[in-house]
């Protein structure tokens, strides 16, 4: 059983089905935002391995010792983008930067909670650095994921969103306007350790094949980037 970050849906999934075909039991997988996933742990949920979308999180669970030694790694990075629904009637959106974009009084703005999860706190931070956190507060749309967030995109519910790029890339419904310099956040990575109640043979060893090489393809093939 793996407990995980909502944006490695696809990613994890295709690496689960990876696994299986090299004569494995496919892992179970349960999504949810970082905060969700912590505390699902330290709650005794009967799980093996957790994946969260950033350090604090992982830092969290390591401080209350509910990780084994030893098993921690990142797994993957990723990136920020700003993304608004797929028009095809459309062929060019009509803002030159994303600034100008957010700068628009009447567009609301998807983005995950951003004092629980963490594709929030990197949303906030890039807008902060942008100066534009203060001029956009009343119209933001927090929600419980990243997920989320792309949905409202997606229906059309929020003009812009502010997600990651592996959720851009697993969304035919919603293009990227435009990635945000990785200059105006965290560096974003996903830590992944064994649960210490963990009594799966095969949690270690799932473990190590997202930090292979054939784990690695199939996830930077789903917009992940490298963990390093």
Excluded at 21 to 46: I, K, N, Y
Excluded at 75 to 99: C, F, H, K, M, Q
Excluded at 177 to 206: C, G, H, K, M, N
């Amino acid at each position: 059983m793996v407990l995980a970050a909502s944006s490695m849906q696809e990613g994890l999934s295709a690496a689960a089905d990876g696994w299986a075909a090299q004569g494995h039991a496919r892992p179970v997988l349960s999504f949810a935002s970082s905060a969700a996933v912590a505390r699902q742990a330290s709650e005794g949920a009967p799980a093996d391995l957790v994946v969260s979308a950033d350090a604090q999180w992982m830092d969290w669970l390591e401080a209350r010792d509910l990780l084994r030694a030893g098993t921690r790694r990142n797994i993957a990075g990723n990136s920020l983008v700003l993304v608004t629904r797929a028009d095809p009637a459309v062929r060019r959106l009509p803002y030159a930067s994303i600034e100008e974009a957010l700068a628009d009084p009447a567009a609301a703005i998807a983005i995950a909670e951003p004092d629980t999860v963490p594709a929030g706190r990197y949303a906030r931070a890039a807008l902060q650095a942008l100066g534009l956190w203060q001029d956009v507060q009343g119209r933001l749309v927090p929600t419980e994921n990243v997920r989320v967030a792309l949905a409202l995109v997606e229906r059309g519910e929020a003009t812009f969103g502010i997600v990651y790029g592996s959720d851009a890339a697993a969304s035919d419904k919603a293009w990227v306007l435009a990635p945000f310099d990785e200059s105006l956040y965290p560096t974003i990575r996903y830590p992944l350790a064994v649960l210490e109640t963990s009594q799966d043979p095969d949690s270690e060893a799932f473990a190590d094949y997202l930090s292979s090489r054939d784990g690695q393809v199939i996830l930077r093939r789903h917009g992940f980037t490298g963990p390093e």
